[in-house]
């Protein structure tokens, strides 16, 4: 039985060198070794921590955010509210705590979760318990006939990017290929038509048609239906070069070419890429750090009314996340939040 390391040097054998896209469909979704297939990433069990299992505090605040939005609508008595990559479900049930405080926003909710990973599905149903949800592989079965909100943490990075080098006046794929019995990069085809920033002697530059196509398809979605869109990740909000190309195990680096099935794939968000498509669509939006975006929501109030009826170990954990969560040092600046509003 071929492990996935295996099955992608075959295909390189077959069929030629691996675009940087097609090797990271392959370790994240391969229908019986792909990495959000056969685990649950998340936790300390896991491979990776993201803001919603660091404090309930983060998703309290993407609900007032919702709530925000929905009164900015003029409180419709239906809206549907979709959560893409939830995780555990865990943002999501802290937001539908929020909720539950306006009833009739509660009342007009209709959630709907965007996963692939049926361990992951299995996660949300425990986190939501008797909440009415509807499950999507993917954004194409969202309804549009209802104002739509979509809210996404950590959920950009996770499509996969293609890669490009400047050499000797061209740009060139950056490719994966065998050498020897083991993976790796190789210069592939001249791009005859890129439209890519002014670059220098083997500057890498990144790009992701996949998530140009799912961040217009959100911006389509909200233009039939009215709503807004909110997504938070890790990235820049200028136009750069540089490798960000990168695997995570163990809550530690991995080399991006082993691991095949068990390490996740990432990279950082281009927002300026994503607020040019969103104006494209004439749509408004703007870009935050998550810092500023999250103490605009109040989430310092919100700690401190936490910490008024917390033991001394839970005040310490409060604070201990809200750090982690605001400092500059820490995810407060390389986090960024784009919202797009028709």
């Known amino acids: 039985m071929q492990n996935l390391g295996e099955i992608i040097r075959a295909h390189i054998t077959l069929?030629?060198?691996m675009s940087i896209e097609t090797y990271w469909n392959l370790c994240l979704s391969h229908p019986e070794h792909g990495y959000y297939i056969k685990k649950d990433p998340l936790g300390?069990?896991?491979?990776?921590?993201?803001?919603p299992e660091i404090s309930q505090l983060f998703g309290e605040m993407i609900g007032i955010w919702a709530v925000n939005k929905w009164q900015e609508m003029g409180?419709?008595?239906?809206?549907?509210?979709?959560?893409?990559?939830?995780?555990?479900?865990?943002?999501m049930a802290d937001l539908l705590r929020i909720a539950a405080m306006i009833p009739d926003f509660?009342?007009?909710?209709?959630?709907?979760?965007?996963?692939m990973s049926p361990f992951l599905r299995q996660k949300q149903r425990e986190a939501l318990g008797e909440k009415n949800v509807i499950w999507h592989n993917d954004l194409s079965s969202?309804?549009?006939?209802?104002?739509?909100?979509?809210?996404?943490?950590?959920?950009?990075?996770a499509l996969p990017i293609r890669q490009y080098v400047f050499v000797d006046g061209v740009w060139r794929e950056r490719v994966i290929t065998t050498i020897g019995e083991e993976l790796g990069f190789s210069i592939g085809s001249k791009i005859e038509s890129a439209d890519f920033p002014a670059a220098q002697q083997n500057d890498i530059f990144e790009a992701s048609l996949v998530r140009d196509r799912?961040?217009?398809?959100?911006?389509?979605?909200?233009?039939?239906?009215?709503?807004?869109?909110?997504?938070?990740?890790?990235?820049?909000?200028?136009v750069s070069m540089g490798n960000s190309f990168q695997a995570v195990m163990n809550h530690q680096f991995s080399n991006v070419l082993e691991n095949q099935g068990h390490a996740d794939l990432t990279s950082h968000i281009d927002f300026a890429r994503l607020k040019f498509i969103?104006?494209?669509?004439?749509?408004?939006?703007?870009?935050?750090?998550?810092n500023s975006f999250l103490i605009e929501m109040?989430?310092?109030?919100?700690?401190?009314?936490?910490?008024?009826?917390?033991?001394?170990?839970?005040?310490?954990?409060?604070?201990?996340?809200?750090?982690r969560l605001l400092d500059i040092g820490q995810m407060g600046d390389l986090f960024k939040v784009i919202e797009v509003n028709t």
């Open 298 to 323: 109040g989430i310092v109030q919100r700690a401190a009314q936490l910490r008024a009826s917390a033991t001394l170990p839970q005040q310490e954990e409060i604070d201990a996340a809200l750090f």
């Open 75 to 91: 409180c419709p008595s239906a809206i549907n509210l979709v959560e893409c990559g939830p995780g555990r479900g865990t943002l």
């Open 15 to 17: 069929h030629g060198p």
């Open 278 to 290: 969103s104006e494209h669509e004439r749509l408004l939006s703007s870009i935050w750090s998550q």
């Open 44 to 51: 300390v069990a896991g491979d990776f921590t993201t803001s």
């Open 106 to 115: 509660d009342a007009a909710l209709q959630v709907h979760l965007v996963e």
């Open 214 to 238: 799912v961040f217009l398809t959100m911006c389509q979605k909200i233009k039939l239906s009215k709503g807004s869109i909110l997504m938070i990740d890790y990235g820049h909000d200028q």
């Open 142 to 157: 969202v309804p549009s006939d209802d104002p739509l909100l979509i809210i996404g943490n950590e959920f950009l990075d």
